[in-house]
Structures are given as C-alpha cells and as structure tokens.
Antibody
Framework: EVQLVESGEGLVQPGSSMKLSCVASGFTFSNYGMNWIRQAPKKGLEWIALIYYDSSSKYYADSVKGRFTISRDNSKNTLYLEMNSLRSEDTAMYYC????????WGQGVMVTVSS | DIQMTQSPSFLSASVGDRVTINCKASQNINKYLNWYQQKLGEAPKRLIYNTNNLQTGIPSRFSGSGSGTDYTLTISSLQPEDFATYFCLQHNSFPFTFGSGTKLEIK
C-alpha cells in the first residue's frame, strides 16, 4: 500500500525558515518524481514544486522560486521542502504527492507563518 | 499559466442522482487532466487520470471525458459516500494548475 507521511508542521514567524519531510513507503521511491502542493485556508490548491526521480531536474512555481528548495534522499525514501524567507501568504496545508501523475497524496501538514 | 475554471462551485444533489462537474482550461491541455475527491481531514484521492482512465479501485459510477480545453467528471448514480469536494488538475505544462473545487452536498 502506498503511503506518504508528511512531517514538520508548525508555527513560525515571518522571515524564518522551516523544513518539511515526506516519508514514502509501498513503492520504489527512487523510480518516481515527487511533488509538493499547498492549500491556503479557504483557497484553492497550488502546485509548488516537482523533483525528478534522480534529482536531475527541479521545477518551482513562481510564488516560491528562490525561497523554497525541493530535495530528496532516495536512501531514506524521503522528500524534503526547505522553506526560507517565509511570508504570511505561505500559511497553508502542505501536501506531498507521488509522480508527475499525482497518483497518491499524503494527508498534509499545516504551516502557519505569523508574528 | 494555464487557468482551470471549474464549475459549479457548489452542487446539491440526492442519492441516486447523476451529476457532472466541469473544468475548462485556458488552453489545450492535451487530455492531461486528473480528477480528485477530497474529504475533510483526508488525503486527496485520485479518481480519474488523463481524462478518462479510472483509477484502480474506484467504482465505475465515476467517469471522465473531454478533450482540448473542456473536461467533465460524471458520477452516474450518487452514493452517500460520494458527498465530498472534487477538483481537477492539469499536468500538461508547468506550472501545473488546479480547478477551484466543487463541493458536493446532500440535498
């Protein structure tokens, strides 16, 4: 059974940093690209980043480019999202999702940016 | 960026009804369109991928159709467990974009 479990939830101040993790199981993690998606309160979903299976390519939404970094450790079956210079508008539920086909998603973690 | 216009935003229906939800893309997305169901506190669940391919384990009352810029999710006979929020996703080109969601409620 495919499982994606995010962690790193929390409340941080504007301008600070935070790192999310997504641990994968039930499939060969190193064979698939992975995504991060977020949903701000009472807003729609926003795709924010994709990383290829071998980390050879990474793509970002303009809203996070230069501030967020997607990475992965295939030896640990783990996807990461490092978030710097956080803003109030980054407050959202953050989900990881498997592959370019977005076939499986985690349950999400809440990130709140507030002073 | 490709804009995905999803309609309706809210839908009230009864068990047994046939319902359709639409997503219109601002440009051709070459059938790279997925549909998802999301219930409160749960991970989104993929129902349909690439317009009309049923995800394994999803009941056959769910179907998808469309091409070019216009896509439809149909639920042929609503069941109690189908009352949820549905959204579409285009994965044809970066940045991938989502419809705004349809909340399906019991009439």
């Amino acid at each position: 059974e495919v499982q994606l479990v995010e962690s790193g939830e929390g409340l941080v101040q504007p301008g600070s940093s935070m790192k999310l993790s997504c641990v994968a199981s039930g499939f060969t993690f190193s064979n698939y690209g992975m995504n991060w998606i977020r949903q701000a309160p009472k807003k729609g979903l926003e795709w924010i980043a994709l990383i290829y299976y071998d980390s050879s390519s990474k793509y970002y939404a303009d809203s996070v480019k230069g501030r967020f970094t997607i990475s992965r450790d295939n030896s640990k079956n783990t996807l990461y999202l490092e978030m710097n210079s956080l803003r109030s508008e980054d407050t959202a539920m953050y989900y990881c999702a498997k592959s370019r086909l977005f076939d499986y998603w985690g349950q999400g973690v809440m990130v709140t940016v507030s002073s | 960026d490709i804009q995905m216009t999803q309609s309706p935003s809210f839908l009230s229906a009864s068990v047994g009804d046939r319902v359709t939800i639409n997503c219109k893309a601002s440009q051709n997305i070459n059938k790279y369109l997925n549909w998802y169901q999301q219930k409160l506190g749960e991970a989104p669940k993929r129902l349909i991928y690439n317009t009309n391919n049923l995800q394994t384990g999803i009941p056959s009352r769910f179907s998808g159709s469309g091409s070019g810029t216009d896509y439809t999710l149909t639920i042929s006979s609503l069941q109690p467990e189908d009352f949820a929020t549905y959204f579409c996703l285009q994965h044809n080109s970066f940045p991938f974009t989502f419809g705004s969601g349809t909340k399906l409620e019991i009439k």
